[in-house]
């Protein structure tokens, strides 16, 4: 049976790359989790998780994440990535991710409502939402990332 991660922070950043796995790679550094190994999980947030903003992570750790980005190559597009947390009064939360060729503004909005839509279909009280976004203008080959890794 795996553990339970009791501690979670959210993050977003957005980089250039010479390619689109670079660009994605260089936005993860920016974003403080680009030297982990990344397991995409879906989006519930166990109960009694701490919210751990500057959580370091041993390199190479493997790390549950919910996470969203978006690449591209088309020059002066603005491309938005956002997360956000969903926190119970007493129970699990919900992560939420969204990305999108729009601004910040935007990706933030979008994410506030989807959160709220996750928390009432399930007919949860949402206490708080966390929320963190990026926008990036595309130079080149550009990648917006956002996230919110658990950890034990």
């Given amino acids: 049976m795996l553990p339970v ?5 959210i993050t977003a950043a957005s980089a250039e790359g010479k390619s689109k796995l670079t660009a994605f790679d260089n936005a993860l550094l920016k974003a403080g ?3 982990v190994n990344l397991v995409r999980v879906s989006s519930i947030l166990p ?11 041993a390199p190479g750790s493997l790390v549950p994440t919910a996470y969203g980005s978006i690449v ?3 020059p002066g597009e603005t491309i938005a990535a956002a997360v956000a947390v969903g926190v ?4 699990f939360g919900v992560i939420m991710e969204f990305t999108g060729k729009c ?17 009432e279909v399930r007919g949860m ?18 990648c917006a990332f956002a996230a919110a890794p658990l950890w034990y």
Avoid: C, Q
């Avoid at 109960?47 to 992570?57: C, H, N, S, V």
């Fill in 125 to 142: 009280a949402l206490k708080e939402v966390k929320v963190n976004a990026v926008e990036h203008k595309v130079e080149k080959i550009g």
């Fill in 33 to 35: 989790i680009g030297n």
């Fill in 88 to 91: 119970s009064e007493d129970s």
């Fill in 103 to 119: 601004s910040k503004e935007e990706a933030e909005a979008t994410i506030t409502r989807m959160v709220e839509e996750a928390f």
């Fill in 5 to 9: 991660p009791k501690k979670y922070f």
């Fill in 47 to 57: 109960p009694e998780a701490e919210f751990t903003p500057g959580l370091k992570i």
């Fill in 72 to 74: 591209s190559e088309i």
